[in-house]
């Protein structure tokens, strides 16, 4: 089976357009994570979802920031009028949904806004 | 969400064991301890987790501190390919990962 696959795996935009990142993460996961990771730093708690609900969106910097899992599988993370301190490395993991259980991560989105 | 403590940086020798600690003092009893890698240009790798007893596997072995306020990460024979930062996480009931700055391993030939 194939693991976490995230794409596209690099994006540029210009600042203020719309973004799409989506992940993909492994069959029958329910529990699928977002983080950011700028660059020398740990990554970043974004949002986390246990089957279609957000269970925990306190990561989110602001409301330009959303993330949908319409069907309990894929899932995107949108972003609306770009800034540029939105550049980052934007990560996706996945894991079967319990604590205490080994959460496996993507190769990650490198995001740059110009 | 349980605070972590990590020294920023470490060296070892190459095939010689790594003892990489951690302090997460404001823990709580259900929380489990997480630690995993991330090696250059990659996402997180996991590594090992335990609750309350030591933990072996094929990569690594843990050791929690009895009044569990400390972790240590026992790599037993380093090679180059384990150069990454490591990270330490207390995971909670919120399920959530909250990743520190981690500790970054240097291995020298």
């Known amino acids: 089976g194939a693991g976490v696959s995230q794409t596209p795996s690099n994006k540029v935009t210009e600042k203020g357009k719309y973004v799409e990142l989506r992940c993909d993460p492994i069959?029958?996961?329910?529990?699928l994570y977002w983080y950011r990771q700028s660059l020398g730093q740990g990554p970043e708690f974004l949002i986390y979802?246990?089957?279609?609900?957000?269970?925990?969106d306190s990561g989110l910097p602001n409301d330009r920031f959303f993330a949908v899992r319409p069907e309990g599988s894929v899932s995107t993370l949108k972003i609306q009028r770009t800034e540029r301190g939105d550049s980052a490395v934007y990560l996706c993991?996945?894991?079967?949904?319990?604590?205490?259980?080994?959460?496996?991560f993507g190769q990650g989105t490198r995001l740059t806004v110009v | 969400d349980a605070k972590t403590t990590q020294p920023n940086s470490m060296e070892s020798n190459e095939e010689e064991p790594v003892h990489l600690p951690c302090n997460h003092s404001?823990?709580?009893?259900?929380?489990?301890i997480h630690w995993y890698r991330q090696l250059p240009s990659q996402g997180p790798e996991y590594v090992i987790h335990?609750?309350?007893s030591n933990v072996n596997n094929r990569m690594a072995s843990l050791a929690i501190a009895e009044d569990r306020k400390s972790s240590t990460l026992i790599l037993h024979r380093a090679t180059l390919r384990d150069a990454a930062v490591y990270y330490c996480?207390?995971?909670?009931?919120?399920?959530?990962?909250?990743f520190g700055t981690g500790t970054r391993l240097k291995v020298l030939a």
């Open positions: 993991a996945s894991s079967p949904g319990s604590r205490g259980t080994e959460a496996f």
């Open positions: 069959s029958g996961h329910t529990a």
């Open positions: 979802f246990q089957g279609t609900g957000a269970a925990d």
């Open positions: 404001t823990i709580s009893g259900t929380d489990y």
């Open positions: 335990g609750l309350t």
């Open positions: 996480i207390p995971q909670g009931g919120t399920y959530k990962y909250i």
